[in-house]
């Protein structure tokens, strides 16, 4: 129930090319969703973050696309370059009073140049 | 501000060895996570606090584990005996207290410590 499933493990994607990375969760309480972007041998950093009162969050390239019904979302990263090669974590959080945020297994994104 | 701070940043031991990780979270924050990380689980939350009292320890693996925030600047994450599948690395991060709505405000993170038990 408290999970949330994040595919693909890792990514390869071509420079200008569309990085998309998908999760998924159980919990129709949670309601706030942000993503992670994870440097090596850095910790994850807040990269956006979307709640399911919209559909889609745009940020300069990085697009959060909410599918409410189908209790998906998914990071769309346009034109990618070589420096968003990272991990990326999907999480999500309840709003049950505090709670904690959920995270996905992540996926390694590789932009090649 | 320098962000969550950690030390060490690596750390290796032998197996049996108590090891000690710190943590100074950003200051005016009233949550702190301990979080370790693996290739094969991913982040696992091991405990968080608040105002400096743990709220949810069952994160934490085994009595082995021990976690302490004596104020609210300054938190340890200690491990006796240590064994090797205790490689890992362990993040802190801190938030400060949850918006209107109930839901996380964002977490920061440190840079990690890698701790490696041989």
């Known amino acids: 129930q408290q999970q949330v499933k994040q595919s693909p493990q890792s990514l390869i994607v071509q420079k200008g090319g569309i990085s998309i990375i998908n999760c998924a969760y159980e919990n129709t309480a949670f309601d706030y969703f942000p993503w992670y972007q994870q440097f090596p041998g850095k910790g994850p950093a807040l990269l956006i973050a979307i709640r399911p009162d919209v559909s889609e969050k745009k940020e300069g390239r990085f697009t959060i696309s909410f599918n409410k019904s189908a209790k998906q979302f998914s990071l769309h990263i346009m034109d990618s370059q070589p420096g968003d090669s990272a991990t990326y974590f999907c999480?999500?959080?309840?709003?049950?009073?505090?709670?904690?945020?959920?995270f996905g297994k992540g996926t390694m994104l590789l932009v090649s140049p | 501000d320098a962000g969550v701070i950690q030390s060490p940043r690596h750390e290796v031991t032998e197996m049996g060895q108590e090891v000690t990780l710190r943590c100074k979270p950003i200051?005016?924050?009233?949550?702190l996570f301990w979080y370790r990380q693996t290739m094969m689980r991913g982040l696992e939350l091991l405990i968080y606090?608040?105002?400096?009292?743990?709220?949810?320890d069952s994160g934490m693996p085994e009595d082995r584990f021990s976690a302490k925030m004596p104020n609210a600047s300054f938190s340890t994450l200690k491990i006796q005996p240590s064994e090797p599948r205790d490689s890992a690395v362990y993040f802190c991060a801190s938030s400060s207290q949850v918006i209107a709505g109930g839901s996380t405000d964002t977490q920061y993170f440190g840079p990690g410590t890698r701790l490696t038990v041989l």
């Open positions: 999480a999500a959080t309840g709003d049950s009073g505090y709670s904690t945020l959920t």
């Open positions: 606090f608040n105002n400096n009292v743990p709220i949810d």
């Open positions: 200051s005016g924050h009233d949550y």
